[in-house]
């Protein structure tokens, strides 16, 4: 039974890793289930078919600990940027770290038990909120486990910024439908939750409805399984397959990667997967949703970043999202790149990037 924030779960989100959901503006109503699971996920631009139209869409990896081949794109990407005197340069390619939780939308009209994506302060606050004591009786949680009570998430934007840098968040308990408030024991925040069940009957203590517990026991998403790194094999199959886009724009119209010919010979040298547009092709450059990819969020959306409240919060961040990168652009002279660390054979580019080609150059010959 998956429920709660039990400790192997607490601590691996504090040391390491379906399409999550992301929360919308406003409010949101959320009974939290089981969490929290950390990933570190890096999104790049790629060239998909949508209605006989090259379209740019974005494919993801979950990148594991010890690292992988985007990690050499995105050291390459922040010299360059260092070197063109960028302030706080960053990559396309930099991870960002997620966590993510078996959560119910009370807002849907069904009950559903779905797989949501929170950022830091969100998986922060919930930690607090639960350990949180009755002002009377400090033996008793005041609001009680984390799956027992609604939690509204508000996600906010402050006016005149971007999405990226003015999005926050805050996380407050709905006390007005908490039938456990004050009634759950200290002692069972790291008791098994199969023992806590065994003892009460969550539907007559009207923690859930009938429909929401069927829904929570019929549930086949599996939380570990979803938070399993991508092997580097599995990083190198899904380049062959969807090779980098390089000449990808934003929703401004601006190439996201500096530097273009330069990266685009590393990247050969490297052997890594990628593809460009010539003068000639034309290229519908927002983003279509299809079958296969359903529609995600912008760039600018998926790289929202929150101000930390303390120093301690922000070193905590910044080590878990850090990518290795020279302090001065005068090491870019000095310091020779590194070659990816993957298996040269393995990576080279397949049959699929030369047949993505072809279907750009079919294209443009039919739009000419």
């Given amino acids: 039974m998956n429920l709660g924030q039990p400790k192997h779960l607490r601590d691996l989100a504090k040391s390491g890793f ?56 995105a050291n390459l990407e922040i010299r360059i940027r260092q070197q063109l005197n960028q302030d706080k340069p960053t990559s396309v390619f930099s991870p960002k770290t997620e966590f993510l939780y078996l959560s119910m939308n009370q807002g849907s009209e069904e009950a559903l038990v779905e797989l949501f994506s929170f950022p830091y302060s969100v998986y922060k606050r919930l930690l607090e909120i639960e350990k949180e004591r009755d002002t009377r009786n400090p033996q008793f949680l005041r609001h009680g486990l984390i799956w027992m009570y609604d939690v509204i998430i508000a996600k906010l934007l402050e006016k005149g910024k971007s999405r990226r840098w003015g999005t926050s968040y805050e996380v407050q308990v709905d006390t007005q439908y908490n039938v456990q408030a004050s009634k759950t024991p200290v002692s069972w925040l790291d008791r098994p939750v199969d023992e806590i069940l065994a003892e009460m009957s969550v539907v007559e203590a009207g923690i859930f409805t009938e429909n929401q517990w069927k829904a929570i026991v019929e549930s086949d998403i599996d939380l570990m399984e979803e938070i399993e790194p991508d092997s580097q094999a599995d990083i190198l199959a899904l380049l062959k397959k969807c090779p980098i886009y390089l000449d990808a724009q934003d929703e401004n119209g601006n190439h996201e990667f500096p530097e273009r010919d ?36 912008t760039r600018e959306e998926s790289e929202a970043v929150e101000k930390p409240e303390t120093a301690e919060e922000s070193e905590a961040v910044e080590k878990s999202e850090a990518v290795e990168k020279p302090e001065t652009a005068e090491e870019i002279k000095k310091d020779p790149l590194p070659p990816p660390p993957v298996d040269a054979d393995a990576s080279r580019p397949s049959q699929n990037v ?11 010959g039919q739009t000419a």
């Fill in 262 to 297: 330069f990266l685009a010979k590393e990247l050969t040298n490297a052997e890594i997967p990628f593809v460009r547009e010539d003068s000639s092709t034309q290229v519908a450059i927002q983003e279509q949703a299809t079958e296969e990819q359903p529609k995600i969020e």
């Fill in 354 to 364: 030369q047949e993505l080609l072809n279907r750009v150059r079919t294209q443009r």
């Fill in 18 to 73: 379906n399409q999550a959901q992301k929360l919308k503006d406003g409010e949101n109503v959320h009974r939290v289930l089981f969490g929290p699971g950390r990933v570190e996920r890096i999104w790049f631009p790629v060239l998909v078919e949508d209605e006989g139209k090259m379209v740019v869409s974005r494919r993801t990896v979950k990148r594991p600990p010890e690292g992988c081949t985007l990690d050499f794109i």
